[in-house]
């Protein structure tokens, strides 16, 4: 039997009027320290979106998650935030902010697989009604 080790994610909110608290989820984000793992996965319904707000600039958005994944990656074009430890990343991309791309606390779990963990937790979390 492999063996399972231990992650955390949090999910990735997009809050379009941040002074209403509102927000619907559209991504998570998985850390696995064993693993060396960092990975983002997300989707923003646009329908949704704009039937909480017609302002917001979906490029804008993309970009703000383009750059999420960058920094999961530690790419270069991250900047010096991609430079940092894995596990600082995580803490970086998860620390509580007031922008319209937010995360939930972190939660944890065991798994042998955190690719497919972070794969079942978006399904669950963001592709179920």
Not at 69 to 93: N, P, Q
Not at 109 to 127: M, R, S
Request: proline content about 3%.
């Amino acid at each position: 039997m492999p063996d399972r080790v231990t992650f955390e994610y949090a999910i990735i909110r997009l809050v379009p009027k941040v002074e209403r608290e509102e927000f619907f989820n559209i991504g998570v984000i998985l850390f696995s320290k064993r693993k060396k793992f960092l990975d983002v996965i997300y989707k923003v319904d646009e329908d949704k979106l704009k039937a909480f707000s017609c302002e917001l600039d979906l490029e804008a958005i993309a970009a703000y998650l383009k750059s999420w994944e960058l920094i999961c990656k530690g790419d270069i074009k991250a900047g010096a935030i991609g430079e940092f430890e894995i596990s600082d990343r995580f803490r970086w991309l998860v620390a509580s902010r007031s922008t319209i791309i937010q995360s939930s606390k972190t939660h944890s779990g065991l798994t042998e697989d955190p690719e497919k963990e972070l794969k079942a937790i978006f399904e669950t979390f963001v592709l179920m009604p």
